[in-house]
């Protein structure tokens, strides 16, 4: 029998239901989560799913100016999730002083194949590394990867709604 477990982080409800253990804690839940927003589908569309099959074009078309293209969404999560990685790794990560605007990098050639490959490497490591996490670890990252997993699902919502709206979605 499935027991639905809540638990409450950064005022965010999270529901669990699982069977094999009814008692889930903060790691397993990030570790879902992580998942969720990489290759698992399950209340909306992971960035795996959501980037497969595009083209250099689809990837830089834009609407206008001011809206971002599938390719600079994919450019400033690679950003922001690689410097995060970085940090929870001990790396040393230099002060991010720039505008944010310059994460949006738009892909020429090579660059959109690349871009894919590393978000999947980046989100995989993230997984990894936060199912292997110490306590510590978790007690002083739950905050950041919360929001970084909320942060990537907001901008895979975009790219599903840019696919959507120019039909390149099934």
């Known amino acids: 029998?499935?027991?639905?477990?809540?638990?409450?982080?950064?005022?965010?409800?999270?529901?669990?239901?699982?069977e094999k253990n009814n008692e889930p804690n903060v790691k397993s839940l990030l570790v879902e989560q992580l998942k969720n927003t990489h290759t698992n589908q399950e209340w909306f569309v992971p960035t795996k799913k959501a980037i497969e099959g595009l083209?250099?074009?689809?990837?830089?078309?834009?609407?206008?100016?001011?809206?971002?293209s599938i390719g600079e969404l994919v450019s400033h999560l690679i950003f922001w999730n690689e410097m995060n990685l970085n940090a929870f790794k001990g790396e040393e990560v230099a002060e991010f002083k720039d505008d944010n605007k310059e994460t949006f990098k738009k892909n020429n050639g090579q660059d959109w194949k690349n871009a894919t490959k590393k978000l999947d490497s980046i989100q995989t490591e993230w997984e990894r590394l936060t199912e292997n996490a110490t306590e510590k670890q978790i007690a002083e990252w739950n905050t950041e990867i919360a929001n970084m997993t909320a942060h990537t699902a907001y901008h895979t919502g975009q790219i599903i709604y840019i696919r959507k709206y120019k039909g390149w979605w099934k």
Request: charged share 20%.
């Open 1 to 18: 029998m499935k027991r639905i477990i809540t638990i409450t982080i950064l005022g965010l409800i999270f529901l669990s239901c699982s």
């Open 55 to 68: 083209t250099l074009e689809q990837s830089n078309w834009k609407d206008s100016t001011e809206n971002h």
